[in-house]
C-alpha cells in the first residue's frame, strides 16, 4: 500500500497544491493511503477535491482509504456530510464505520 500525507492547510487557496499531490496517484493500481494526522485546516473545496479523488480511483477498481484522520479533517468531513466516503467516521474501539 502506498501511502501519502495529507498537507496541514486543505483551504481553498491551497486546493491546487492537492490536486498536484493527488493527481500522480490517480491511475495508481495500489491501495492508497491518505494520511490525515496533519491536517489543522479544511474548506469544503479541500474536502470536495479529496472526495472527488477516492470517487475517480474507485471508479478505476482502486482502493484509496484517509487514515488518521484529524479532529479537524474529521469534522469538517461530518459537517459536509462526506465523513462516510471519506472514511474518516470509524469507530475508535472496532475500526468499524459508524
Do not use: K
Not at 484529524?70 to 474518516?88: D, E
Amino acid at each position: 500500500m502506498n501511502q501519502l500525507s495529507l498537507q496541514t492547510d486543505l483551504g481553498i487557496e491551497c486546493v491546487a497544491e492537492l490536486q498536484a499531490a493527488l493527481q500522480p496517484h490517480l491511475d495508481d493500481q495500489m491501495p492508497l493511503a491518505l494520511a490525515g494526522d496533519r491536517v489543522e485546516r479544511v474548506h469544503a473545496a479541500g474536502l470536495q477535491l479529496l472526495h472527488a479523488f477516492i470517487r475517480d480511483r474507485a471508479a478505476r477498481g482502486h482502493q484509496t482509504t484517509v487514515t488518521l484522520a484529524s479532529p479537524t479533517l474529521a469534522a469538517a468531513a461530518r459537517q459536509l456530510a462526506l465523513a462516510v466516503s471519506l472514511g474518516v467516521d470509524t469507530d475508535t474501539d472496532t475500526g468499524e464505520t459508524a
